[in-house]
């Protein structure tokens, strides 16, 4: 086909080009800019002999996020903790809180084992997860209960918080707060082993009303439990895996304007003493081993929960209503 001449020599020329717009300015990398956090916000307000002096600063790691909770804190100084309402596991990062897991079903408590995995309490449905925070995903590690209970068949429930012994084993709260009690799990502190399975009941009592956090002595014979519909931190003796003897109340925490409602999280340190988050005084209770209060670190904000983590194990962080804080403290973390 013979072209027109008007066409051909359209086709012939080559187009105009235009001008190459100006590259708009990129923001330089994460590695050159100076880090965000963290962020002085307050410091102790008393002295606790052999614990912390008083002034020493309290520092803000994170913010603005929707309810923290269940910091844990790896050998090199990572620490990790779950945003509930937002569905999401992060990581602490100087340049601001990083999400490590998506759609986490509702995670509140992590801790990590001495191999290193990362486990969480889910809480919808209720479920022990081993954790991998490279790949972003979950295992089900123990999703039942060995003995069903009426109206719940062997539903766990919604867990809150964790702990693991020397052996592997996993003692884990599942407390009812809110709602009626009428076809949901019970109150309860279950043990599932390690290598997964089946969970056993470990504590039910009408006494212990919706037990929260969790930890064991650094011995590991004492297994510590906090109720939040409750004033009294309970200490059980350990008598074999996922088995405790009568518990006692190792100290009542003194009634404010809310009655009813006692402590959240804990944490232990190397000398048995007891970190209680106690979020309507905003306060850190330190309690010795036997139970006498030795003094309290209060925050910005109403705390959630706390463990003890960085390098050398001295730092105390402390989750709380919307931030992610640190103190430095004289004692280390015992597991």
Known sequence: MILPFALALA???????????????SEPPAATLPPKWPQKAGEAGEDIPGVVAKGTPIYKWSESHSFVEGPACAADGTVYFTDIPANEILRVDPMGAKVVVGE??????????????????????GAIVAIDPAAGTARVVCDTRAVAVEGTGTSLGRLN????????????????????????????????????????????????RAPNGIHLSPDGKTLYVVPYLSLDVMAYPIEGPGKVGEGRVLYAIPPGTRQSVGG????????????????????????????????MIRF????????????????????????VYAIEVETKRSR
């Open 11 to 25: 086709l012939a020329t080559p187009p105009a080009v235009a001008p190459p717009k100006p590259e708009a300015a």
């Open 104 to 125: 986490s079903k509702a995670t509140n408590g992590l801790f990590l084992a001495k191999d290193g995995t990362l486990y969480g309490c889910q809480g919808d449905p």
């Open 161 to 208: 918080d964790l702990v693991i012994g020397d052996d592997g084993g996993i003692w884990f709260t599942a407390p009812v707060i809110g709602g009626k009690r009428e076809g949901r799990a019970p109150d309860a502190v279950y043990f599932v082993p390690g290598s997964g399975g089946e969970a056993v009941e470990v504590v039910r009592s009408d006494a212990v």
């Open 264 to 295: 959240d999280g804990l944490t232990v340190d190397d000398r048995g003493n007891l970190f209680v988050t106690i979020p309507m005084r905003a306060a850190v209770f330190v309690l010795s081993p036997d139970g006498k209060p030795l003094g």
């Open 300 to 323: 910005p904000e109403r705390v959630s929960n706390c463990a003890l983590g960085g390098k050398d194990g001295k730092t105390l962080f402390v989750t709380a209503s919307e931030g």
